[in-house]
T-cell receptor
Framework: GAVVSQHPSWVICKSGTSVKIECRSLDFQATTMFWYRQFPKQSLMLMATSNEGSKATYEQGVEKDKFLINHASLTLSTLTVTSAHPEDSSFYIC?????????????FGPGTRLTVT | QKEVEQNSGPLSVPEGAIASLNCTYS??????FFWYRQYSGKSPELIMFIYSNGDKEDGRFTAQLNKASQYVSLLIRDSQPSDSATYLCAVINTGGFKTIFGAGTRLFVKA
């Protein structure tokens, strides 16, 4: 299957600072990238969907000014958590979708564990 | 009604048995169906995808799709303790804009 990388794999930051997470599709060009958040023992929660060169579409309840998404190319998307607070501590996972013959396949990055102190 | 429904489990099976995981979806126009495995603390891993009615086999895994019944399942033969994980069913909706995930079924394979 296709490979999606994420960096960093974990980060600890102080309250009020910003953190940037990178997501790359290594061996394919992704038509769409997705950002998810997952709290312990809970389901994946879709935060936003982004297409290269256009603004991200945020899910209801997700603050677009707090979670900045930039989809600079077909292989790179970034999520910046601005003015992070302890309640933003979570597991952030990106996912990239590729068009295949007749349909799509979607692959996940390994995730970034964010801890805000 | 949730868009993608799965029994949360836990589903417990003995080692060597067949584990059967089920999923129903509400969008009749959905075309693409996926099964992911997620170990605790890790991100989901794609294990199977299926687009056409019928069965699709890959090693110990068989995905089954019945679009008329809006039902997709995953069978794991010869279950191993290492198969213990949460299995997520996912469906790409009509138009292909969104991937909708079920809440997942926790599987325990007892040695």
């Amino acid at each position: 299957g296709a490979v999606v990388s994420q960096h960093p794999s974990w980060v600890i930051c102080k309250s009020g600072t910003s953190v940037k997470i990178e997501c790359r599709s290594l061996d394919f060009q992704a038509t769409t990238m997705f950002w998810y958040r997952q709290f312990p023992k809970q389901s994946l929660m879709l935060m936003a969907t982004s297409n290269e060169g256009s603004k991200a579409t945020y899910e209801q309840g997700v603050e677009k000014d707090k979670f900045l998404i930039n989809h600079a190319s077909l292989t790179l998307s970034t999520l910046t958590v601005t003015s992070a607070h302890p309640e933003d501590s979570s597991f952030y996972i990106c996912s990239a979708r590729v068009r295949t013959s007749g349909s799509y396949e979607q692959y996940f990055g390994p995730g970034t564990r964010l801890t805000v102190t | 009604q949730k868009e993608v429904e799965q029994n949360s489990g836990p589903l417990s099976v003995p080692e060597g048995a067949i584990a059967s995981l089920n999923c129903t979806y509400s969008d009749r126009g959905s075309q693409s169906f996926f099964w992911y495995r997620q170990y605790s603390g890790k991100s989901p891993e794609l294990i199977m995808f299926i687009y056409s009615n019928g069965d699709k086999e890959d090693g110990r895994f068989t995905a089954q799709l019945n679009k008329a019944s809006q039902y997709v399942s995953l069978l794991i033969r010869d279950s191993q303790p290492s198969d213990s994980a949460t299995y997520l069913c996912a469906v790409i909706n009509t138009g292909g804009f969104k991937t909708i995930f079920g809440a997942g079924t926790r599987l325990f394979v007892k040695a």
